[in-house]
Nanobody
Framework: QVQLVESGGGLVQPGGSLRLSCAASGSIFSIYAMGWYRQAPGKQRELVANITSGGRINYGDSVKGRFTISRDNAKNTVSLQMNSLKPEDTAVYYC??????????WGPGTQVTVSS
């Protein structure tokens, strides 16, 4: 199986920054895409950002201009730089990787709390 390990979550004040990282390991032969979803209490899980092995990126509308996703293909690692954080960004952030367009894996999630 594939394991995803997330790090970087925590508590930050509004307007602050946080950087999340995720490393994939296990039986990986190739990766189509990696990225992040998030889920806040009472809300559905939503796309934050993803990036393909070829560097194609898309962001959720609510984070465009504030978050930046990057990937280290050699290390099977994806990072999410989160700037200008808002209380509305508070959620559990889940790393995911798509081995193919039909097979993917989820990390356990890391809590991000934006509060003063």
């Amino acid at each position: 199986q594939v394991q995803l390990v997330e790090s970087g979550g925590g508590l930050v004040q509004p307007g602050g920054s946080l950087r999340l990282s995720c490393a994939a390991s296990g039986s990986i032969f190739s990766i189509y895409a990696m990225g992040w979803y998030r889920q806040a209490p009472g809300k559905q899980r939503e796309l934050v950002a993803n990036i393909t092995s070829g560097g194609r990126i898309n962001y959720g509308d609510s984070v465009k201009g504030r978050f930046t996703i990057s990937r280290d293909n050699a290390k099977n690692t994806v990072s999410l730089q989160m700037n200008s954080l808002k209380p509305e960004d508070t959620a559990v952030y889940y790393c995911y990787t798509d081995i193919t367009t039909r097979v993917g894996y989820w990390g356990p999630g890391t809590q991000v709390t934006v509060s003063s």
